[in-house]
T-cell receptor, first 115, second 114 residues
Framework: EAGVAQSPRYKIIEKRQSVAFWCNPISGHATLYWYQQILGQGPKLLIQFQNNGVVDDSQLPKDRFSAERLKGVDSTLKIQPAKLEDSAVYLC?????????????FGPGTRLTVT | AQSVSQHNHHVILSEAASLELGCNYSYGGTVNLFWYVQYPGQHLQLLLKYFSGDPLVKGIKGFEAEFIKSKFSFNLRKPSVQWSDTAEYFCAVIFKAAGNKLTFGGGTRVLVKP
């Protein structure tokens, strides 16, 4: 079965610019997650969707970050405007359901560099 | 806030050596515990998990982990490592009181020398 797809794989932008990342989860997976992984740290959950509804966005910097999953499948994460500290790998993951028993499958990530 | 700590940032060892990676978490009531691994150039993937029952959990590729509730620890072990175990290892915890989100430790980079 195909895994979680993400694009682009790499992105370099200047501070104050905008950027968007795309994620296509595994087919049939109702739950989708976006994580931020800063160099030298573990992934940190930014937002969790169940179908097209937000379950948890408590760690999403809402003044500059936004995410949507309009049809309950693909998702986009946007940063506007970007700051230097947003340089990180952005990981998308998906699972069949939102309970702990459902394994999360991770995509390859998008490496963002903000200069 | 709940947190997860991995004590070693880098570990270097030779093939056939034993590996133990430490993981501690802050007190937070009922927890589910996980170890994830990221091999070079690959995606993050689940190595093993603990929900309840026998505190010694066996995972893929000969890895095991032991949950010690009194020490808030979930250490990962492998008796004899191979060069192919070179990877970054992440401990992760779901603190049930805070919902079902994974909280990751900072990771440990393991280099196995042939």
């Amino acid at each position: 079965e195909a895994g979680v797809a993400q694009s682009p794989r790499y992105k370099i932008i200047e501070k104050r610019q905008s950027v968007a990342f795309w994620c296509n989860p595994i087919s049939g997976h109702a739950t989708l997650y976006w994580y931020q992984q800063i160099l030298g740290q573990g992934p940190k959950l930014l937002i969790q969707f169940q179908n097209n509804g937000v379950v948890d966005d408590s760690q999403l910097p809402k003044d500059r970050f936004s995410a949507e999953r309009l049809k309950g499948v693909d998702s986009t994460l946007k940063i506007q405007p970007a700051k230097l500290e947003d340089s990180a790998v952005y990981l998308c993951a998906s699972s069949l359901g939102q309970g702990a028993q459902y394994e999360q499958y991770f995509g390859p990530g998008t490496r963002l560099t903000v200069t | 806030a709940q947190s997860v700590s991995q004590h070693n940032h880098h570990v270097i060892l030779s093939e056939a050596a034993s590996l133990e990676l430490g993981c501690n978490y802050s007190y937070g009531g009922t927890v589910n515990l996980f170890w994830y691994v990221q091999y070079p150039g690959q995606h993050l993937q689940l190595l093993l998990k603990y929900f309840s029952g026998d505190p010694l959990v066996k995972g893929i590729k000969g890895f095991e982990a032991e949950f010690i509730k009194s020490k808030f620890s979930f250490n990962l072990r492998k008796p004899s490592v191979q060069w192919s175990d070179t990877a970054e290892y992440f401990c992760a915890v779901i603190f049930k009181a805070a919902g079902n989100k994974l909280t990751f430790g900072g990771g440990t980079r393991v280099l196995v020398k042939p």
